[in-house]
Structures are given as C-alpha cells and as structure tokens.
C-alpha cells in the first residue's frame, strides 16, 4: 500500500502562486505514474498534469504554461508548483500514486480569490 499526504494549499489572490506537495510512504520511483487531479465545487474531479518514473511529465492544457511538476526523490515527495493562478483553479487538490493498484491522498484545498 503506498500512503499519500497533500498539504500546501490555503487562501490566494488571482495571479499569485502555490507550491502543492505530495509525501508518499514508499520510495517514489517505485511508483510507476504520480498525478494530480482536482475537483471544483459542483464539477467532477479533473485531471491536472502527471509524472512518471523516468521523468516524463504531461499536463492539462487549462494548466499549460502556468503549472510544473516535479519530484523529490530524497524527500519521497512530488511537488505541483502552481503560478499565475485564475480563480477557477480553485479546488480541492488530489495526489493518486499507481502501482498495482492506484492510491489516492485526502486532498488540500486551494482558493484563489478574484
């Protein structure tokens, strides 16, 4: 089983930035794909951008330009570094780790104010 913890969410203004992290109770680079999805209140959850193993990263094109992705392999940690945020990134955050099954983590909740 592989444990995911988010946290770095919180209050921001439209143009502002945050730095989402993702610890995992295993060794990331045994896990195959790491991604990031959201969910908007009244929407369904949405696919963000994703990391796999060897470094490859793909992102949604509401995100293109403005998010990364990137990994700590050391820290066991995958990180989602948000810029030039709109307010209709609001939501809550979800790290999902698959291996032979997938694993997700209880969310952190970002709100970008107007």
């Known amino acids: 089983q592989v444990q995911l913890v988010e946290s770095g969410g919180g209050l921001v203004q439209a143009g502002g930035s945050l730095r989402l992290s993702c610890a995992a109770s295993r060794s990331i680079f045994s896990i195959n794909v790491m991604r990031w999805y959201r969910q908007a209140p009244g929407k369904q959850r949405e696919f963000v951008g994703a990391?796999?193993?060897?470094?490859?990263?793909n992102y949604a094109d509401s995100v293109k330009g403005r998010f990364t992705i990137y990994r700590d392999y050391a820290k066991n940690t995958v990180y989602l570094q948000m810029n030039s945020l709109k307010p209709e990134d609001t939501g809550v955050y979800y790290c999902?780790?698959?291996?032979?099954?997938?694993?997700w983590g209880q969310g952190t909740q970002v709100t970008v104010s107007s």
């Open positions: 999902n780790a698959a291996v032979s099954l997938e694993y």
């Open positions: 990391i796999t193993s060897s470094g490859t990263t």
